[in-house]
């Protein structure tokens, strides 16, 4: 499976509860620019999972209608601090599509990353807001992972 690993768009700095921080207006506009990139580039899911943290659910559901008619599906798995081993457990019951697109956060997505690749450390990557990262992931199991292509938002 291709899978594609998307961060949160910027949010606001400061809210009641970090659950509930939104997406700032230059938030809404980088989740706009994935989504159209990933619709120029043909990079459509089978699949959206995303973190129901509001400020990932809201780049997801921006991405996916700009994709059109693709599913979003908040997993509680991929909310801050998740983990990286149940990470690649949960997604191995969706490795029956082709590519699956994962919206979340920081350093999570660094932590999975580095360990899809074998790298150990996390510190070896550094995924900015609203960063689009695809990688080959046929075996989920660590180190079996290819990186395809890590773009932050500003490239795109």
Not at 120 to 136: E, F, P, R
Request: glycine share 8%.
């Amino acid at each position: 499976m291709l899978l594609y690993l998307l961060r949160h768009a910027e949010a606001e700095p400061h809210s009641d509860d970090d659950f509930s921080r939104r997406l700032t207006e230059k938030g809404y506009k980088q989740a706009r620019q994935v989504g159209c990139f990933m619709k120029d580039q043909c990079l459509r899911p089978d699949f959206i999972l995303s973190s129901p943290v509001i400020r990932a659910r809201d780049t997801a559901g921006i991405v996916a209608k700009l994709l059109g008619k693709i599913d979003v599906t908040q997993v509680p798995w991929a909310a801050c601090g998740m983990d990286p081993e149940r990470a690649l457990s949960e997604l191995a019951s969706y490795s029956r599509f082709k590519s699956i697109l994962l919206v979340g956060h920081e350093p999570d997505f660094s932590s999975l990353i580095a360990i899809l690749l074998g790298m150990g450390k996390s510190s070896s990557v550094n995924i900015s807001k609203a960063s689009l990262s695809g990688i080959d992931a046929s075996r989920l199991v660590p180190g079996a992972g290819v990186l395809e292509f890590l773009l932050p938002a500003k490239y795109l």
